[in-house]
Every structure is written in structure tokens, then in C-alpha cells.
């Protein structure tokens, strides 16, 4: 009987145990290759329709605008740093990469480990661009859009998950 008093007090006293976990510190710094596209129509939750891109094949998106209208899979470069994602690079002679386009971005509804928040900027056409961040590990990075911008044509019922690979600083 005192065993099992011991072995109930003990299963009460570890059954109580919370493990805390430290938020999340997004990193969101360095050059990245789009390595996976998963372009979902999910208008119909009982057919939805997915197709993946993988490295080699090209995305297009006739129905889209830059960025998001072509992308070679395995070879389109993005650069984040703690406020601008960069586009469009070109290496120069020398070996420095000069990127040619460049925005602004915010990190909005940054809340917790289980939200990371989503990447805000508006292009120079003034369109916006949002993508959620699924996840931001130490060498990749997983966003999804879902057509949250003015003038964007992919409606709310278009999703879109980019994986992308850390390749350079």
C-alpha cells in the first residue's frame, strides 16, 4: 500500500510538468533558392487540386506579376535581410551580386512559436505582397501566399508555398 501511495504521488507530480519553450527569433537573413513550389486550388474542399514544382521545372503564372509570375525552380534566387527582400540578381565581374530589385518589408502578427507572422511589402507597381512563414529554420524557409494583395489575380481560393534553401549569407 505505501508503494503504491509513492507511485500515485509521483505519477501527480510529473503529470503536472510544463515544458516552457522559448519563442521563436525569426532569422529571416540571407540568400535563398526557391527549391519547391506547391501550387494548391483549394475553391473545393472535397477535390482540392495540387501540383509541385520541383527543381528544373519551371513555374509560371500568367495571371500573376512579379515575382510571383515565373520562377525557375532550383535556380530563382531571393535575399532577405532584417528589413529588405532583394530580387533579380546579377553577379558582377568582381563576384559581388548587385540585386535589382529591392523592397521594404514589415513582419506583421509576429505572436508566437506556433505563428510566425507574415512578410508585408508593396511592389513598385503598387501591388502588395503577403506571405505567411510557415517555418524559418536555420537553413530554410517556407512561405505561403494566398493572394492577399490589391492587384494580385491568384484569389483567396489560390495557394502558394514556396520552400526555399539558405545558400548564402
Known sequence: MKSFICLLLLVCLTSCYKQYTQPKTLSLS??????????????????????SFYPGTMF????ESFPMDSILVGFTKW???YSVISFKPHTLPT??????????????NHYSIYDLGYI??????????VFKILDDGVENL?????GQWA?????????ITLFLTRVGP
Open 30 to 51: 540571407g540568400e535563398y533558392i526557391v527549391d519547391k513550389i506547391t501550387y494548391s486550388v483549394i475553391e473545393n474542399s472535397t477535390n482540392p487540386q495540387e501540383q
Open 151 to 159: 492587384y494580385g489575380s491568384s484569389g483567396t481560393n489560390v495557394s
Open 120 to 129: 508585408d511589402f508593396t511592389m513598385e507597381d503598387g501591388s502588395r505582397r
Open 95 to 108: 563576384g559581388k551580386t548587385v540585386w535589382e530589385k529591392q523592397y521594404f518589408y514589415n513582419v506583421i
Open 79 to 81: 535575399h532577405l535581410d
Open 142 to 146: 517556407v512561405l505561403r501566399t494566398t
Open 60 to 63: 509560371i503564372n500568367p495571371n
